[in-house]
């Protein structure tokens, strides 16, 4: 199965979902907007329209799709209009971008769900669109906590966030 979000930072999102059992694959990339093959470059003008994305595959007799939503929004702000923390733009937006009509009605059921059991302070800024077409982030996107740890970025905001979620668990 397929499962796709946006929720800031590719770096971010895809190091959570490639420490979530059940998930076969995580792959950054961008989604949802008007331009063919576009390049990291294009999509942080924010002027292309697309989201930074993680397209998972998972195995649903492992990790339920519920699951999946569940840590998505555990792991990110869905209360802030095209932001997570300092990263700012449209590009950063919080999407769930369903394949099928049973992701959609999922997706908008979990944040029904949410937003009466007031979890978060503000309302739930969260997208639920069509998926279409996925373009893959360029190569050095692919797995870069992993391969960056030493990166200022990656030491200040992605190592806690992960620390974070893993106690969690």
């Not at 199965?1 to 694959?25: H, Q, R, Y």
């Not at 960056?148 to 969690?168: D, G, Q, R």
Request: with cysteine.
């Amino acid at each position: 199965m397929k499962a796709t979000f946006g929720g800031g930072c590719f770096w971010c999102t895809e190091i959570i979902f490639l420490n979530t059992d059940g998930v076969n694959s995580v792959l950054p990339g961008y989604m949802g907007g008007k331009r063919q093959n576009p390049t990291y470059e294009q999509i942080c003008s924010g002027g292309t329209g697309h989201v930074e994305v993680v397209h998972i595959d998972f195995d649903e007799t492992k990790v339920s799709y519920q699951d999946l939503l569940a840590v998505f929004f555990k792991t990110h702000d869905p209360t802030t209009l095209n932001r997570q923390g300092e990263d700012v733009g449209t590009q950063y937006r919080s999407v769930i971008f369903y394949h099928d009509t049973d992701q959609k009605e999922e997706a908008e059921n979990f944040i029904k769900g949410l937003e009466e059991a007031k979890i978060y302070d503000n309302t739930i800024v969260t997208a639920v669109e069509e998926a279409v077409t996925f373009w893959p982030a360029e190569d050095y996107h692919v797995n870069y906590f992993n391969r960056n740890p030493e990166n200022p970025f990656c030491a200040a905001v992605i190592a806690p966030k992960l620390t974070k979620y893993l106690k969690s668990l």
